[in-house]
């Protein structure tokens, strides 16, 4: 019975995993860059609900909708003044200055925030659902987590196959020029990838504080380069693989933590992906792409 | 009034002039050949008219607007096409996807059934294949895709550049006997070729490239009579 309550809270985890790396994915598939941080915008969207909650007063549900206006208002921003400047730059200074931003959000927070771990009060009011006999309890937080991310992510699959904007997306993400020249705005098309992958940020930061109840500047960084990895696994760029991926990552973790070292587990998690690499260096669901020339 | 017209154009990459002041026109109606050897400048100069590159100096206007500054993005809602030099489909989607994606700035879906029929009526080839991947096809039938694409948002001109590039030369008459037959029926059409010979064969007008500057223009059965031309670009 453990095991099944092991796997369920591994299926929660890696939930939110797929929540943020639904966002890697995306903006890596339509903008071609690895936005590193994504991971911080998280923690962003953490310290709002709690500035919110606890300083205001607000209700759960009005808290996570401001957060996320303001992630995706810190992501669109983000994108227009330290990303899009470097359009026609080399991957590698793009690469940089991503890691830029997400120090400077971290020092940002540390400034504003202090360093001393904040208590985070959970955005679920769902109750607890006890299984078995008692013996499987599944938390709130559990339940919402996972179905939040199994609506968002099929949510998402539609859009892009039947929105306009979807398919601009689509588009843009094989050949920016020619999108141009189907009529379509690119640089309005990636500020819509990089909105929606920070309010899925900010969903994922409230779902991550609520389950792991403690807030501090760098509470972003180890979920965001966990969530990369379930990308990749995955296969960078595609939606599925990134839901797969990161639900696969929180089951090896935790499974990892129940039987074989908790301390390992981290280590296990960054050996797997290497072994799914070796083998597959596309990730799960990544296609090969064959460029005709 | 020209429906297109370039007036002292001027195109940097970095510090080198790769278009050195031209000026040329489009009439409506006309098939207009743009020729001249690698590197003269030919695709600069579509990607400048469409907004994929700016240029330094000079206007662009395309019935009676100024496109000069505007974006990629904002012409094609004007009314211009354009079949980018190596066609550049869209690999991942499929046939009907990319077609699809051509229609991107139409709004009416009957429309666009229409413009569709249209373009199936022209490539059978691309309705046999409409659900198998663009990357799949051959480059003759990506080149017809391209078009097809292009043909999808009903445009008044459709810019061409180089649609003859690596094909058999079956397809390389089937592909000019359609732009024909896109001429024909009402489309303007800016050709740029390296195949100087096939081009001045169905252009009205030809103004020949060298190194960013036009050194001759005219009409198209007299450039092919021209003992330079014949020389330099025909091989005879």
Redesign the interface.
């Known amino acids: 019975m453990s095991f099944i309550s092991y796997l369920i809270n591994g299926i929660s985890l890696g939930s939110i995993y797929a929540l943020i790396a639904l966002g890697y994915t995306m903006v890596y598939g339509i903008a071609k860059m690895l936005n590193f941080a994504h991971g911080d915008i998280i923690m962003i969207g953490g310290f709002t609900l709690f500035v919110v909650m606890n300083t205001l007063g607000l209700p759960p549900l009005v808290a996570v909708l401001i957060a996320i206006a303001i992630c995706t208002a810190l992501g669109v921003i983000i994108e227009k003044v330290a990303y899009k400047p470097l359009r026609q730059a080399s991957p590698l200074a793009v690469l940089i200055t991503a890691i830029g931003v997400s120090y400077l959000l971290q020092n940002v927070a540390l400034l504003i925030f202090g360093a001393n771990t904040k208590l985070f009060t959970s955005v679920v009011t769902v109750p607890a659902i006890s299984l078995a006999e008692g013996q499987i309890n599944i938390s709130g937080e559990t339940t919402v987590t996972i179905i939040a991310s199994i609506i968002i992510m099929i949510g998402l699959m539609l859009f892009i196959k039947k929105s306009k904007a979807g398919q601009a997306m689509l588009a843009v993400s094989e050949d920016k020029g020619a999108a141009e020249l189907m009529g379509i705005n690119v640089n309005a098309t990636i500020t819509l990838t990089f909105a929606i992958g920070s309010a899925l940020a900010a969903i994922a930061g409230a779902l991550l504080c609520s389950a792991y109840p403690t807030l501090t500047p760098y509470t972003g960084a180890m979920p965001g380069i966990k969530a990369f990895v379930a990308a990749v696994f995955g296969g960078i760029g595609s939606i599925p693989g990134a839901f797969i991926g990161g639900i696969l990552l929180g089951i090896i973790e935790n499974l990892s933590k129940a039987y074989i070292s908790s301390q390992m587990a981290d280590a296990i998690v960054f050996a797997v992906l290497i072994v799914v690499l070796l083998v597959k260096p596309t990730g799960i669901l990544g296609k090969k792409i064959n460029e005709k020339v | 009034m020209a429906m297109l017209e370039i007036k002292d154009l001027e195109v940097h990459y970095g510090v080198i002039k790769a278009i050195k002041g031209i000026s040329f026109e489009v009439n409506q109606g006309e098939v207009i050949a743009l020729i001249g050897a690698n590197g003269a400048g030919k695709t600069t100069i579509l990607h400048t008219i469409?907004?994929?590159i700016s240029s330094s100096a000079g206007k662009i206007t395309f019935e009676d607007n100024d496109i000069t500054k505007l974006?990629?993005?904002?012409i094609?809602?004007l009314g211009m096409?354009?079949v980018?030099e190596?066609r550049?489909?869209?690999?991942?989607?499929t046939v009907l996807?990319n077609l699809?994606?051509?229609a991107?700035?139409r709004k009416d879906k009957q429309e666009i059934e229409d413009t569709l029929k249209m373009v199936y009526e022209k490539f059978p080839r691309l309705e046999e294949r409409k659900n198998q991947t663009a990357?799949t096809l051959s480059?003759g039938e990506?080149q017809m895709l391209a078009m097809g694409?292009a043909l999808m948002?009903h445009p008044k001109i459709i810019l061409m550049d180089e649609p003859s590039m690596g094909l058999s030369p079956i397809f390389v008459e089937e592909i000019f006997n359609i732009i024909k037959e896109i001429s024909a029926s009402g489309t303007t059409v800016l050709l740029v070729e390296q195949n100087a010979k096939k081009a001045l064969s169905i252009a009205n007008r030809a103004y020949v490239l060298e190194t960013g500057k036009i050194v001759l223009e005219g009409d198209a059965k007299e450039l092919m009579n021209d003992e330079s031309v014949k020389k330099a670009y025909l091989g005879e």
């Open positions: 469409t907004g994929l974006p990629g993005h904002k094609v809602y096409a354009h980018p190596g550049r489909v869209f690999s991942q989607l996807q699809k994606m051509g991107y700035t990357g480059g990506q694409r948002s």
